[in-house]
């Protein structure tokens, strides 16, 4: 290509950047209006936000993938956000965990990230108004469920109002160097647990060590020369190491699940997930008694897991995730009969289901 050529093409991107600064700040200006037109009422929408990315999505021409075109709406709706009001979203952190990369790719970058010491904090943080939101781990497709999430949501107020899945690629890292010489390894338990195959065949004699945060262990080894931490690469670049093996976790599909925690849950969406935590009386058949409405309406369920209840000894609460919002009309109909059976029944809530 000649020099005339490339110079054509650099023109017609200049002015394709034109028009896309003039619309993206146009669409700035709507959002400010539909703000206005709310009158106080909360600027983000989970239920509308979803049907933006999914048309896009549907609708993308290419060459860019379809999660390239989500991040980059995502991150212009957070932009428009940020216009009309700061949303303030609190995380487990510190800095450079996976939440806080959860927290980005739902919210966009144009948020006040608030990290927190743990789940328990990040609860605290919307229930007494520091934060509007909360994003919070809730089960990984290796190690499973987040306890402690599944706990706290039984007594909170706080609604489920959607939903993350991040893809969760571990990376090895230590202040300089490769494998030789590594004495330790930190990482928080899920994070260890993830990659003990990989561990057990690259650095067998290696202590693990468990930690609160991957961030914990990224400090710690960026002032141990004999030790390495796992972790996020984003974590590797805010405490100064280097990545020495990248995607060392055991399962190439490993994702983590978030949830994000609101005063309320979402709207119908079109395509959407309802949580939902009951308990089983106790007689025979009491919990195949409890799933057989969202069988007879025809409901899939896309999750159950069950969990002490902290009434007494060797009674377990259920928790289980379903395909629909709690307002369509079957299952509406199928929670108000699993009520009526059901000794403790509580709408964890309604939320779209996550595209990726």
Known sequence: MDDEALKALRVRIDAIDDAVLKLV???AGIAQEVGHAKGGERIYRPEREAQIVRRLRENNPGPLSGDTVERLIREIMSACRAVEEATRVAYLGPAGTFSQQAV??????AVDALAE???DA???AVETGRAHFAVVPVENSTEGAVGRTLDLIVASRLKICSEVMLPVHQSLMRKHGGLAGIQRVYGHAQSLAQCQQWLSRHLPNAERISVVSNSEGARRAAAEP???TLGSAAAAELYGLEVVEARVEDEASNTTRFLVLGQADAAPSGRDKTSLVMGAKNQPGAVVKLLQPLADAGISMTKLESRPARSGNWEY????VCDGHRLDPKLAAALAEIESRAAFLKILGSYPAASA
Request: hydrophobic residues 50%.
């Open 117 to 119: 010491a743990d789940i």
């Open 122 to 124: 990040c609860f605290q």
């Open 317 to 320: 609460l259920f928790f289980l």
């Open 226 to 228: 004999d030790a390495a």
């Open 104 to 109: 980005a790719k739902h919210f966009g970058h």
């Open 25 to 27: 700040s146009e669409r």
